[in-house]
């Protein structure tokens, strides 16, 4: 059934038996000291879920082990004999998949069995021992499963879960990248790279990290810990694993389009990536302190006022906001280039063929405060921000209110921005001057550099929630500088459309 597969049940694998008890049996030592010097009872539950969930066994020892034997599979089982019988590569990687589904639950079956084969002779009970339930060092794994669970079976089904849908979903995406680079080399080092992050995850890398860390997802307690919920490394390992039976689809494609639209649209990608990593970099900074969802709203897109400024907060409202400018521009400068007079008198006269183009543009504005909220409100909950409808940074500024200066505020910014981007284009010929002439305007955020708000700038960044600046007046600025710019452009069109 497998080729070199050298048999998933091999007896070689018994080696992992005696190893594993050994150290098992020192932990079990280890917990009979500790309810000795705290004087309470512990129960067979507490030595096998240790054995289980000890992140040192599992980090330096049997991580290690599936990692070996699915190098070795993968480097031996490919043939192009093989790929022909199967029909496809990716009823080549079902067939890898499915054999490392059998080696997973063999070698999970040994490590389990070694585990609690360390704990016989001690009380059974199906209920959490007195020792699980205090909070001591090195009593982290029983306390944080005794917190999370009602009773210890439970724990166990679940660790047994997580580790074999972890190393799953990496069995899956090592044999897609195999079958891409058809690379011993390429999986010899993924190899190496992943057991290097799951020990630079396990002693290096900060808990504000918790979203890459490796441990997380190879050892039940350590994920809870982490995250403060026993489900999200497992809807994080599900989401990658369907993530890559989708990829199976396009495995051994001609992928000429593909790479044609990457080429093209890489600006995009990049501004997402930008974008989601000042998200994420925002949430992990506050992580350990009592603030809520609409906190971090405010804190992410901050931006400056006259009262406060920092670097990063005007530079990520830059990025974010004059980034999304920047895309329209692009949008711009290909309808004028594409423009002639037959388009014109398609449309009959500028002005409706503006409006055509500018209602395509406040829809993709809208969409696009929508999409960078929802993105937001997602990570936040990752970070198990509270969704208590108050703030924090200012206990008497309703939520309302901040949603209200976000999406309208915000709409009316974006659309102030466009249109200014529009008029100098249309006047100077020249895409990039409207550009520049925008970055110009940035100096305008500065501190003291616009008393009174005269310019229309920066006007909707969420600092000013907590400035004694009132968000419909901030409205009311904005509104009444998109006029005078809507005034001035029907002038400019109905001027170009009379001398055309």
């Known amino acids: 059934m497998f080729t070199k597969w050298k048999t998933p049940i091999s007896n070689y694998w018994f080696i992992a038996f005696p190893i594993i008890i050994l150290y098992t049996f020192s932990s079990r030592h280890s917990i009979t000291l500790r309810t000795e010097s705290e004087n309470v009872q512990y129960n067979f539950w507490d030595v096998g879920l240790t054995g289980v969930s000890d992140l040192y066994l599992i980090v330096y020892f049997v991580f290690p082990l599936f990692l070996m034997k699915t190098g070795q599979q993968l480097t031996n089982s490919f043939d192009y004999t093989h790929l022909i019988r199967w029909g496809s590569f990716k009823k080549w990687i079902l067939h890898n998949v499915k054999g490392f589904s059998i080696f997973n639950v063999f070698l999970l079956l040994i490590w389990n069995a070694a585990s609690f084969a360390a704990a016989l002779g001690l009380p059974f009970s199906f209920q959490w021992s007195e020792l699980s339930r205090l909070d001591l060092d090195g009593n982290d794994i029983l306390f944080t499963l005794s917190n999370h669970l009602s009773q210890p079976l439970y724990a166990l089904i679940l660790q047994f879960l997580l580790f074999f849908l972890t190393m799953l979903t990496i069995q899956l995406f090592l044999t897609i ?86 080429i093209t649209s890489w600006p995009i990608l990049l501004f997402a990536v930008i974008v989601c990593t000042g998200m994420v970099y925002h949430a992990s900074l506050y992580s350990d302190e009592t603030l809520t969802i609409w ?104 939520v309302l209110q901040v949603g209200y200066h976000y999406f309208v505020n915000g709409f009316l910014q974006i659309i102030f921005y466009v249109i200014l981007v529009f008029l100098i284009t249309w006047l100077t010929k020249d895409v990039m001057k409207s550009f520049v002439i925008l970055l110009i305007s940035i100096l305008f955020m500065f501190p003291g550099m616009n008393p009174g708000a005269f310019i229309p700038v920066g006007l909707n960044s969420m600092g000013q929630l907590l400035t004694e600046a009132s968000v419909y007046m901030i409205s009311i600025q904005l509104l009444i500088a998109v006029v005078i710019e809507v005034i001035v452009l029907v002038y400019v069109l109905k001027r170009r459309d009379f001398m055309i």
Not at 304 to 327: E, H, K, P, R, W
Not at 378 to 383: C, D, K, L, R, Y
Request: hydrophobic fraction near 55%; charge should be positive; avoid cysteine.
């Open 295 to 398: 906190d971090i709203w405010i804190l992410t897109f901050y931006g400056t006022t006259n009262d406060a400024f920092q670097i990063l907060s005007l530079s990520f409202y830059v990025i974010a906001f004059m980034g999304f400018v920047y895309f329209v521009q692009l949008i711009l400068q290909k309808q004028l280039t594409e423009m002639s007079h037959y388009s014109i008198i398609r449309h009959k006269s500028l002005l409706k063929w503006f409006n055509g183009w500018f209602l395509m543009i406040m829809w993709y504005t809208g969409l696009f405060l929508l999409s960078l909220a929802l993105l937001l409100f997602t990570i936040s909950a990752g970070f198990d921000y509270s969704f208590s409808l108050h703030v924090e940074l200012q206990q008497d500024l309703p």
């Open 177 to 262: 990248l195999y079958a891409i680079t058809k690379s011993k080399r390429t999986i010899y080092f993924s190899i190496a790279f992943l057991y290097a992050v799951a020990i630079l995850s396990f002693k290096v890398f900060p808990i504000s990290f918790k979203w890459i860390l490796l441990p997380n997802y190879l050892s039940l307690f350590h994920g809870a810990a982490s995250f403060n919920s026993i489900w999200i490394s497992f809807m994080i390992i599900i989401l990658l694993f369907g993530i890559g039976l989708l990829a199976l689809n396009y495995i051994g494609r001609d992928f000429r389009a593909v790479r044609h639209i990457f």
